[in-house]
C-alpha cells in the first residue's frame, strides 16, 4: 500500500511540474538555511563537550564589588588554585593560565627566523590532564614542570622549524627568554575554547615567583570530585578567601562557571583571554531564525497545495467513491509531502555543502564539512524531515481527505469560509514573520551605522598602532619614532601602553569630599606624543611633558572630566591638585573631555594618562596625514626593520580594532540579512501560492465581470485588494512586535539610536510592494484570459 502511495505521489508531482518545482524551490531554501543553522547551532553547543572530566571542571569568576562597578573577571588571583587544592576538599586539581603580555603577541625567534605569536599561554603542569592533552612526542608526566620548558602543537612545531621532531629544541620569547620544547601536542579541536598554540610552564612567569590575592589575571580551573554542588563549592571558596584576606581588601567575591557554559555565557564577562568566543543569545536568535523559515516554507506548501484543491477534488471524490477511506487519503497526501520534502533536504543539504564555506566566512567561525556526517547532525535532519512532513502536510491531508464526494462529484465547490480564513491567516503569519525579520535588521544596522559615526571624544582614523614589546633597548623606541617622523606622510608619533578599545591596569581613586569605596580608574602610561596622536579634547591645563629626567620622580596625570567630576573639582580646578590612585601621590597636569575608551554597551568611566614607569609602554601610535594607510605600510615597516631588524613588524588600525567591539553584531547582522531576505522570497512564494488559488476560485466570477465589461485594471484592482488587506493586517501585528523585541536588545547598549517611523515606514511600503509584485502576475493572468474557457461549460 506504501509503495502505491509513493508511485500515486511521484506522478502528481511530474503532472504538475510548476507547482512542484514552487514547492521544492520554496523547500530547498528553507531546508538549505535550516541546515546552515543548525550546523552552527550544533558547533556552537558542542564546544567543550570532548574531555571526559568535562562535568567536574569549572572556571573561578572573580565577582567585582560597587568600586569595581559590580564587574564579574573571568581571571582569578595566583593564590586561588593552590590554596583551594589544600582547603577544599572537593577541589582535586586545578590549573591556572594566562596569555603571554595579557593578551598581547608574543615575537619568536628561532635560530633561522622570527614570528608573531598570537596564542602563547604559560600554564601549569595540571593543564595536561585536566584537559586531556595528547602529547605526541615528550612525557606528559613533567613536561612543563621545569622553568623555561614548553610544550607546542604540531602545527606550530611545522611552522616554526618544518618539522614536528622539535623535542630539546629551544626559542626565545621577546628575544629575551629561551625556552627549552619538552613535548609536541596534537592541535587542540576547534570547538574548544582552549586556543593555544603553545604552553610555556607556569614556573617561568613572574606570578610563580610572588603569588598573590589582589592581582586578578589568571583563568583558573578547577577539576573537582564526583558530584559536587557549585553552591557548596562557592561557599566553601567564600571561607577560604576569608580566611586569607581582610575583609577591608576583599574587592571581589568568588563564583565558579560549568565548563559547558564557559563558551556561549561569558559575553558579559572582563578579560577573557580566549578568542574563541560564542553568544548565547546569538544562538537563540538564529535558531528562531531557522525555526522562523523553516514555518515560513511549510505555510507555502500549505497554501500551494490548497490552490490546486480543486484539480485535486475530482480525484479525491472518486477515490472514495470506490472505498477509499479517510486514512487512505490522509497517507496518501503525506506520501506526497514526505516525498517533496524528501527531494527538498537532499537538495538542502547538498546546497548546505556548498555555502558553509561562505557561512564560516561571514559568521568568522570554522564549522567542519565533517559535522555534515556526525551521527547527531543526521538524526537532527531525520526529525526536521519528518516535523516538516507532518506539519506541511497536515492541513492539505486533513482538509483534501474530509471532502464530501457525493458534493464534489456533483460540481460543487471545495472550498468554505474556514479554509479561506485558515489560508489568510497563515499568509498573514507569514508576513508578520517576514516584516519582523525585516525591521531587526534595519534597527541592527542602523544601529551599528550609529555606532561607527559617533563621536567617540578621540580621532581613530589614521592611527596605525605598532607594537614595540619585543623592543628591549627602549633607545629603540625612541630613535624609531625619530625616524617615523622624518617621513612626510606620518604627523605624530607617541608610545602608550595601550589605546581606546585595548585593555590598559585598572587602578582606584578616592575621593577627598566622601568615603564612599572609590571609583575604578583605567590609567595608561603614556608620552606626550601618545596623546597628540589621540586628539583628545583638553579642557584645562597641558599635556604630559615632552621630556621626563631619569631623576625626576614626580608623577603626572592627565585626567578625564569623569575623574575632576568625581574628585568634585571643575577642570580649571582639578590643575595642580594630588590625586591618590598611584604608589605614591600624582599631580593633575592636564584634563580632557570624557571619550569612549570601552564599547558604547557601556557609559563612559575613569580614564588617567600618567608617566610612571611601572608599566611598559607596548605601542607605538602614529598618526598618518594621508588617506590609504594600507599603500603605506611597506615604507613604515622597511623603517621599522631598519631600526630593529630581528623584531617581527606587528601593526593594526586603530578604526579596524575599534571595529571589532561590535564584530558579533556585524557577523550576527549580516547573517540575518542574507537569511531573512530568502525567507521573504519564500514568504512571497506563499503569497503566490494564495493568488493562484484565488485566481482559480473566481474563474468564473471574473469571466462574467469581463464580458459585462470590467477592464483589466479593475480586475487587477479587484484582485490584489484582499491581498494588500492581508499585509495590512500583517503588519498592524508585526509592527508592536519589532518595536518590543529591538526595544529589548538596544538597551544592551548605554549609546543607542532611538527607534523612530523610518523603519516601519520603509517595511511597510517594501512589503507592500513585494505583495503587489508577487500578485500581479496571477491576477494580471486572470484578468486577460478568455472568458470563454471558464464558462463554457455552464
Not at 508531482?13 to 514547492?23: E, G, M, Q, R, Y
Not at 508578520?432 to 581613530?460: E, H, M, P, R, T
Request: hydrophobic share 45%.
Amino acid at each position: 500500500m506504501f509503495k502505491n502511495d509513493l508511485k500515486l505521489a511521484w506522478r502528481n508531482l511530474k503532472s504538475s511540474p510548476l507547482f512542484s518545482a514552487i514547492n521544492i524551490l520554496g523547500l530547498t531554501i528553507s531546508l538549505t538555511i535550516a541546515t546552515v543553522l543548525f550546523l552552527f547551532i550544533h558547533h556552537e553547543t558542542s564546544f567543550n563537550s570532548m574531555y571526559k572530566n568535562k562535568d567536574n571542571i569549572y572556571r573561578v569568576l572573580v565577582e567585582t564589588n560597587e568600586s569595581f562597578n559590580s564587574k564579574t573577571y573571568t581571571n582569578a588571583p595566583a593564590m586561588v588554585a593552590p590554596t583551594a587544592i589544600e582547603d577544599i576538599p572537593e577541589v582535586l586539581d586545578a590549573v591556572r593560565m594566562y596569555k603571554h603580555g595579557f593578551g598581547d603577541a608574543a615575537y619568536i625567534n628561532t635560530k633561522n627566523a622570527e614570528f608573531i605569536e598570537n596564542s602563547l599561554y604559560y600554564a601549569d603542569q595540571s593543564i595536561i590532564d585536566i584537559f586531556d592533552i595528547k602529547l605526541i612526542q615528550g612525557n606528559a608526566a613533567d613536561a612543563l614542570l621545569q622553568p623555561n620548558t614548553a610544550i607546542i602543537s604540531k602545527t606550530t612545531a611545522l611552522r616554526y622549524f618544518d618539522t614536528d621532531k622539535v623535542i630539546g629544541k629551544t626559542f626565545k620569547i621577546d628575544d629575551d627568554k629561551e625556552i627549552s620544547i619538552t613535548g609536541v601536542f596534537e592541535d587542540l579541536p576547534v570547538n574548544t575554547t582552549l586556543d593555544a598554540n603553545m604552553y610555556v610552564s607556569f614556573a617561568t612567569s613572574f606570578f610563580s615567583k610572588r603569588p598573590t590575592w589582589s592581582n586578578s589575571s589568571l583563568e583558573t580551573y578547577f577539576l573537582t570530585a564526583e558530584g559536587t554542588v557549585p553552591q557548596n563549592l562557592v561557599a566553601k571558596m567564600k571561607d577560604m578567601l576569608d580566611k586569607n584576606v581582610e575583609q577591608e581588601a576583599q574587592w571581589y567575591s568568588l563564583n565558579v562557571q560549568p565548563l559547558d557554559q564557559v563558551y556561549l555565557y561569558s559575553n558579559e564577562f572582563q578579560y577573557a583571554y580566549s578568542e574563541r568566543t560564542g553568544s548565547i543569545s546569538q544562538v537563540k536568535s538564529l535558531t528562531w531564525l531557522a525555526l522562523l523559515i523553516l514555518v515560513i516554507a511549510c505555510i507555502n506548501y500549505m497554501n500551494l497545495a490548497t490552490a490546486r484543491s480543486q484539480k485535486r477534488a475530482l480525484e479525491v471524490g472518486v477515490s472514495k467513491t470506490l472505498g477509499a477511506s479517510t486514512s487512505n487519503l490522509i497517507k496518501r497526501f503525506y506520501a506526497e509531502t514526505g516525498l517533496m520534502t524528501f527531494i527538498s533536504i537532499l537538495f538542502g543539504v547538498a546546497l548546505a555543502l556548498l555555502v558553509l564555506p561562505y557561512f564560516n566566512q561571514i559568521s568568522g567561525k570554522s564549522i567542519p564539512l565533517s559535522l555534515l556526517l556526525s551521527t547527531s547532525f543526521v538524526l537532527s535532519i531525520i526529525a526536521v524531515w519528518i516535523v516538516a512532513t507532518l506539519l506541511a502536510g497536515s492541513y492539505p491531508a486533513l482538509y483534501m481527505s474530509s471532502l464530501s464526494p457525493k458534493k464534489i462529484l456533483n460540481g460543487g465547490r471545495v472550498t468554505t469560509k474556514n479554509s479561506a480564513t485558515v489560508r489568510k491567516g497563515l499568509v498573514v503569519l507569514q508576513f508578520v514573520a517576514s516584516v519582523v525579520l525585516i525591521i531587526g535588521v534595519f534597527i541592527i544596522y542602523n544601529q551599528l551605522n550609529y555606532i561607527k559615526n559617533k563621536d567617540l571624544g578621540f580621532n581613530a582614523e589614521q592611527i596605525m598602532a605598532i607594537s614595540i614589546n619585543g623592543i628591549n633597548d627602549r633607545n629603540n623606541v625612541g630613535l624609531l619614532e625619530q625616524k617615523l617622523l622624518e617621513t612626510a606622510m606620518v604627523s605624530n608619533v607617541g608610545a602608550a601602553q595601550g589605546y581606546p578599545g585595548k585593555s590598559v591596569s585598572g587602578r582606584m581613586v578616592h575621593s577627598p569630599i566622601n568615603d564612599d569605596g572609590g571609583l575604578t580608574v583605567q590609567t595608561n602610561r603614556a608620552d606626550a606624543g601618545a596623546l597628540e596622536v589621540l586628539e583628545l579634547k583638553f579642557l584645562a591645563g597641558k599635556n604630559l611633558p615632552v621630556v621626563k629626567a631619569i631623576s625626576d620622580t614626580l608623577i603626572e596625570v592627565v585626567i578625564n572630566k569623569k575623574i575632576a567630576d568625581y574628585l568634585g573639582y571643575t577642570p580649571e580646578e582639578a590643575i595642580n591638585q594630588n590625586i591618590s590612585m598611584m604608589p605614591r601621590d600624582a599631580t593633575i597636569v592636564g584634563v580632557v573631555d570624557d571619550f569612549n575608551y570601552d564599547t558604547l554597551r557601556e557609559p563612559i568611566g575613569a580614564y588617567a594618562f600618567h608617566n610612571l614607569d611601572s608599566e611598559w609602554k607596548e605601542y607605538l601610535l602614529v598618526r598618518f596625514n594621508v588617506d590609504d594607510l594600507r599603500e603605506n605600510i611597506s615604507t613604515i615597516e622597511a623603517v621599522f626593520k631598519e631600526v630593529v631588524p630581528n623584531v617581527p613588524f606587528d601593526y593594526s588600525f586603530m578604526d579596524q580594532n575599534i571595529e571589532q567591539l561590535y564584530l558579533e553584531e556585524k557577523r550576527t547582522a549580516s547573517i540575518a540579512v542574507i537569511f531573512s531576505s530568502l525567507a521573504i522570497f519564500v514568504a512571497c512564494l506563499g503569497l503566490f501560492g494564495l493568488a493562484s488559488f484565488t485566481a482559480e476560485q473566481r474563474r468564473k466570477e471574473i469571466s462574467i465581470r469581463k464580458v459585462l465589461g470590467a477592464s483589466v485594471a479593475g480586475l487587477v484592482t479587484l484582485l490584489s485588494t484582499d491581498f494588500i488587506k492581508l499585509v495590512a493586517i500583517a503588519l498592524v501585528i508585526a509592527f508592536p512586535i519589532s518595536y518590543y523585541i529591538m526595544e529589548g536588545w538596544l538597551q544592551d547598549f548605554s549609546y543607542r539610536i532611538s527607534i523612530g517611523w523610518q523603519p516601519f515606514a520603509i517595511t511597510g511600503v517594501s512589503a507592500v510592494i513585494m505583495a503587489l509584485l508577487t500578485v500581479s502576475f496571477q491576477a494580471v493572468r486572470a484578468a486577460i484570459a478568455n472568458p470563454v474557457n471558464a464558462l463554457k461549460t455552464e
